[in-house]
């Protein structure tokens, strides 16, 4: 499904740091509320055994190299922590930041101003960096998360650093070419969504809708990891309610479709370079025009002291890091030698 995630449910809760095989409870200090607008709770720092850096308790370490991770539509910052920590096990000096974006998963619950854009999105990830005096080497996003990092790229010289490497994950730059029918189109899944109650009193009922609805049974069963209880812990009268902001999100799905990235693949900026990785069995319709215009931009960039690469996933469709994660793990790898 295009602009879709699919890796493990949004789960919620206090947000945690890993340090290689530890995981630690993550809260919240009083100088951390001070300085951190973004609710804690709403993304998480995966750490290398190596990593000693903190945000918080000591300003005069050096930074680590950070990578941001960004997840796709109704998906959030949940999906990439299974890849992330394996990261951090083989790459121990790195730290990987997870992030909820806005209308998804914990960060549903602040009020962001509108209108929900790629644009806006993006701008509200460069401020947490920049609040967390984090200068990122790698972004990587997925679907909508890959135009967000592109977004980011063309937006802030700072708080990036350079060089950046920017990883888009099965998304191009401009216009957004779904599959055929038979597939599970995200535009039709939010407006299916939208007419569901916001309690629900069963998660199967939900999944019965969705497959009636003709949304294949793996999409109906990750989409109802958005639920979350409402009643008391252990009450057999337990309802469930959505963690997103679906209209919200239909904004972003708007957005996405209309977002046009070009400018900055066909002249990216010194010191950047971008990466497309298409997946083998994509949703999306990858044209000839696109793939040719990505092939140009790579010799244009090679001129200018930047980057554009082209990189195929065998052996897997939309969902990259679930469909072939060892493939991905390889292609990406190069980015944290």
Known sequence: MAAISNLAGC?????????????????????LKTRISWPSKAFDLVQGALVKWSSVT?????EPPTAVFLHGILGC????????RRLAQEFPTWQFLLVDLRCHGDSASIK???PHTVSSTALDVLKLVRQLRLTPRVLVGHSFGGKVALSMAEQAA???????????????????????????????????????PQEISSKRDV?????????????AQWVVTNLRPTGPLGSSQSTFSWVFDLKGISEMYRSYEETNLWKIVEDVPRGVHVNFLKAERSLHRWALEDLQRIHAAEEL?????????????????????????????????????
Do not use: Y
């Open 11 to 31: 789960s919620h809760g206090g947000s945690s740091v890993n340090f290689g095989e530890r995981r630690l409870m993550f809260r919240p200090t009083p100088a």
């Open 58 to 62: 000591d300003r005069s370490l050096p």
């Open 77 to 84: 910052r949940k999906n990439w922590g299974t890849f992330t």
């Open 112 to 114: 962001k101003r509108g």
């Open 158 to 196: 700072k708080p990036l650093a350079r060089p950046v490497r920017v990883w888009v994950l099965d998304a191009t730059p401009g216009k957004v070419r779904p599959g055929g029918d038979g597939e599970d189109h995200p535009e039709e899944l939010i407006s299916v969504l939208s007419t569901l």
């Open 207 to 219: 999944v019965d809708v969705l497959v009636r609805k003709g949304f294949s049974k793996d999409v």
């Open 301 to 337: 960039a090679a001129e200018e002291a930047a980057g554009v690469e082209m990189h195929v996933l065998e052996d897997a469709g939309h969902w990259v890091h679930a469909d072939n994660p060892d493939g991905l793990f390889k292609i990406l790898s190069s980015s944290f030698q």
